[in-house]
């Protein structure tokens, strides 16, 4: 015979995935946080020069003249869709933007 | 790739997104709100049109759900309570939401978002006054709104493990607090029964 009394099994077994879950989840925030001192990833087509210079710190000038414009003209304007204005391939001009990238 | 999208267009696929997630289709609005944040940041988008855009499809995303759930709902809502077997079930889920519409509606918008849209239908089929959804669903939205553009703005340069983060943060937020919830029933049975 089961005692009525006692919380049932449902209740115990979600109690027990919210905190797996909860524990999963800080974990997994913790270790992205650690390991943010890493490089940050690879020059991506859909990033902007302000993005690129802001990710990984290339002077204005630099990358102006890197990607033959005047700073601040391309505004809004993503690396694919400066290579393609400029007709030139958008892997050569990734990979020009790419070598500015301080070591 | 929709990233690409939000340099030059964010203003408008932001809206669209936002407005879209309100009715429960699969978009990712949060990268793409955080991906916002972080182009406000290195100057190409301005950020008066970008919380704008975002906060106003969201809350008329909202605001439509309240009308399906309202219009549509309601004939489905009535033939649930009239149930033999549905009805006692259906009018104690009605009577906690109505208690607890506010929270329930408050914390679906950012912290629980995958539950957003139904408690907008579920809001709406079951009468819960729409003033007091309005207000809940825009102090929500806002909260969200604020909360993925401003992680975008200060953290965007590190989108993808700012992404990350934010995700496990706001998972670990909302099974925390179920945990607390269900610690809190299990605490309570145990201590009728002692």
């Given amino acids: 015979m089961t005692r009525p009394d006692r919380s049932p099994r449902w209740l115990i077994a979600a109690f027990g995935l919210a905190l797996a879950l909860f ?4 974990l997994h925030a913790l270790w992205v946080v650690t390991h943010l001192e890493t490089a940050p990833g690879p020059v991506q087509a859909w990033m902007t020069p302000g993005y690129v210079m802001r990710t990984y710190g290339i002077a204005p000038e630099v990358l102006a003249q890197t990607l033959g414009l005047a700073p601040g003209s391309a505004r809004g304007k993503t690396l694919e869709e ?5 007709g030139v391939p958008l892997d050569a001009l990734l990979a020009s933007v790419q070598a500015m990238v301080p070591q | 790739m929709l990233l690409a999208l939000v340099p030059e267009h964010g203003v408008p696929v932001l809206f669209v997104a ?16 955080l991906a916002a944040g972080a182009f406000v940041a290195s100057g190409d988008l301005a950020a008066l049109p970008v919380v704008a855009a975002a906060l106003g499809g969201a809350v008329l995303g909202d605001q439509v759900g309240y009308g399906i759930g309202h219009s549509g709902g309601i004939s489905l809502w009535t033939r ?5 077997k549905s009805g006692p079930p259906a009018r104690r889920a009605a009577q ?9 509606v408050y914390f679906s918008r950012w912290l629980f978002s995958a539950l957003g849209p139904w408690v907008n239908f579920a809001a709406g ?19 969200w709104v604020a909360l993925y553009i401003g992680l975008g703005i200060v953290f965007g ?32 049975r145990r201590r009728r029964t002692a």
């Fill in chain 2, 18 to 33: 936002t407005f879209l997630s309100c009715l429960a289709v699969p978009i990712p609005s949060s990268l793409l709100m």
């Fill in chain 2, 96 to 104: 906690e939401l109505h208690r607890r519409a506010g929270m329930t």
């Fill in chain 2, 125 to 143: 089929a079951t009468r819960i006054g729409w003033r007091r959804f309005s207000l809940a669903s825009l102090l929500g939205e806002t909260t």
């Fill in chain 2, 80 to 84: 649930l309570l009239a149930g033999r």
């Fill in chain 1, 82 to 86: 400066i290579a393609a204005t400029q």
């Fill in chain 2, 157 to 188: 340069a590190r989108l993808k493990e700012t992404g990350a983060t934010a995700g496990s943060v706001i998972g670990a937020l909302a099974a925390g607090l179920v945990a607390v919830l269900l610690g809190r029933a299990l605490w309570q």
């Fill in chain 1, 23 to 26: 524990l999963a989840f800080t």
